[in-house]
């Protein structure tokens, strides 16, 4: 985008602008699967023709799509359900934690032509002239990048224009309000709706509707590129991913509860049998949190989980001997820098098990290319120890080990 705007391209090239915003759509399409440059203009450059084209949604219908989508865009009503300003200085952080994930870093050249790390933040641009002229600069560039967006929110509407504005952006006043006079000032004719019967219906306004919320944005972005297996295979994919989620909180169960989980429940003691219930208990109850499972569902996902956990090809997965230890979701990096995420990675002494837990068996062939993969990463970190990847199937409960 920051490429677009520096050359022009929109501006100069508007006959072309859908094009470019379908460019824009395959790069994010892709930017989970094709992480680095070379290998994302390895797959443009081998991407069926039909794959470019922009597609068109029909007329007489409702569209729903992001501001950024709508640039260029008119249509006769136009609603805006969430009207905000949202300013956020430079947030460039995102490291694996979340007090990365929260922090302003930037980089800056110096009078000597070098590099310095700024942690742009409000308190300590109080007492440093130098952090508080980048932060200032900063808040000036995302403020104008918001009052863009709301401008171009504004400006698609050729005949009625519909605005929530929401009282808070996050944990602050909404500084839309200030863009949207108290006293309704009325322009041109309302009208009148016929119904099916030829009845005419007129609608009052209502000045304050609190608009629902969503507490995942990023989820529903991604799911305006969803592809059709996925929304036939839903249910499966969900509760895959539930399943997933479940066995990330899962180490060893053979060692001691982590510090994180509250101890064994009276009578539960300090056994096998206590630390996997004090373990399943927490990740029940952080699935049922996120997801709102009813009760049926949750007792059917805790037998699930009992029952991989009781299988004699699992448990040495799970229930590790003295000297093994066991790392939950973690991030590798390969030879050219891209990272990559293990869901289970075992550490023997003479052996590294690479796990990897899948939805369901379809795709074995992409799920051992994947596979493979990993355990090329970590024969690089491991070169004297036996690498083997396992596919662990969670709807079939089918293990397969892929040796290279």
């Keep these: 985008v920051s490429i677009f705007r520096k050359f022009g391209i929109l501006r100069n090239f508007p006959g072309c602008q859908g094009c470019f915003m379908r460019f824009l759509e395959i790069i994010r399409e ?65 490291w694996g934690t979340d007090q990365a994930r929260n922090s302003s870093f930037s980089v800056y050249p110096d009078k000597d032509n070098k590099l310095d790390l700024m942690q742009l ?8 002239p130098e952090i508080n002229r ?18 171009v929110a504004l400006t698609r509407a050729a005949r009625e224009l519909y605005l929530f504005i929401p009282d808070r952006v996050g944990n602050r006043k909404n ?39 969503y507490p995942d944005w990023i989820q529903l972005l991604k799911e305006e590129f969803v592809g059709e297996d996925q929304l036939r295979n839903r249910s499966e994919i969900e509760q895959g991913e539930i399943m997933h989620r479940v066995l990330s909180h899962i180490g060893n169960l053979a060692g001691e509860i982590s510090p994180h989980l509250a101890s064994p429940q009276r009578g539960e003691g300090k056994g096998e049998g206590g630390i996997v219930d004090s373990v399943i208990r927490y990740a029940m109850g952080d699935v049922q949190s996120k997801y709102l499972l009813e009760t049926k569902g949750l007792a059917e996902l805790e037998k699930k989980v009992r029952r991989l956990l009781d299988d004699p090809r699992f448990k040495p ?59 090329d990463i970590i024969k690089e970190i491991y070169p004297d120890s036996e690498v083997v990847g396992i596919l662990i199937y969670l709807d079939s409960l089918k293990m397969v080990e892929v040796y290279e």
Excluded: C
Aim: charged share 30%; proline share 5%; hydrophobic share 35%.
């Design 30 to 94: 892709q930017e989970e699967e094709q992480s680095s440059l070379a290998e994302f203009l390895e797959y443009f450059q081998a991407a069926p023709t039909e794959k470019m084209y922009v597609a068109a949604t029909p007329g007489n219908a409702v569209r729903v799509m992001t501001i950024h989508k709508a640039k260029g865009l008119e249509f006769p009503v136009v609603v805006v359900p969430f009207l905000g300003i949202g300013i956020s200085v430079n947030r460039r952080g995102g």
């Design 121 to 128: 933040n409000k308190d300590y641009a109080r007492f440093s």
């Design 134 to 151: 980048h932060y200032r600069q900063e808040y000036r560039r995302s403020l104008i990048d918001e009052l863009d967006s709301v401008y």
């Design 175 to 213: 500084p839309a309000w200030h863009l949207i006079p108290s006293i309704p000032l009325p322009s041109g004719e309302r009208i009148k709706v016929r119904g099916e019967r030829g009845e005419v219906t007129d609608f009052e306004t209502f000045s304050a509707i609190a608009p629902t919320e």
């Design 317 to 375: 997965l799970f229930f590790l001997s003295e000297g093994e230890s066991v790392f939950l979701e973690k991030d590798v990096v390969d030879s050219r820098g891209n990272t990559r995420r293990i869901d289970r990675l075992i550490i023997k002494l003479n052996r590294i098990d690479v796990i990897d837990y899948k939805s369901s068996g379809e795709g074995l062939s992409e799920h051992r290319k994947q596979l493979a993969e990993y355990v």
